[in-house]
């Protein structure tokens, strides 16, 4: 049973952006913090962004500045926005629901320099 579905993966030009959406359900949404991870090849799996239910975020230092996360309840979805993207960013970015340790099939996101 598939609970976290992502989206808008696709490739980009260095310097642009992506949005990336994760589509959950209401409960999921608001009784998780949500997050997103990310892992490029030959590499562990990282943490890029999270957001609680209350809106309070947390961003690696890497993307600090560049991306944004956020919950959309209007769609019952948690979005990161992706800016200034750099070949460094190139990886499979994953949805993860927290306190009931779900994670979506992931979505690639290449960037070429």
């Known amino acids: 049973q598939v609970q976290l579905v992502e989206s808008g993966g696709g490739w980009v030009q260095a310097g642009g952006s992506l949005r990336l959406s994760c589509a959950a359900s209401r409960s999921i949404l608001t009784s998780n913090t949500m997050g997103w991870y990310r892992q490029a090849p030959g590499e562990q799996r990282e943490v890029v962004a999270d957001?609680?239910?209350?809106?309070?975020?947390m961003y690696a230092v890497s993307v600090r500045g560049r991306f944004t996360i956020s919950n959309n309840y209007a769609k019952n979805t948690v979005d990161l926005l992706m800016n200034s993207l750099k070949s460094d960013d190139t990886a499979v970015y994953y949805c993860?629901?927290?306190?009931?340790?779900?994670w979506g099939q992931g979505i690639q996101v290449t960037v070429s320099s």
């Open positions: 957001i609680t239910p209350g809106g309070r975020t």
């Open positions: 993860n629901a927290a306190d009931h340790r779900l």
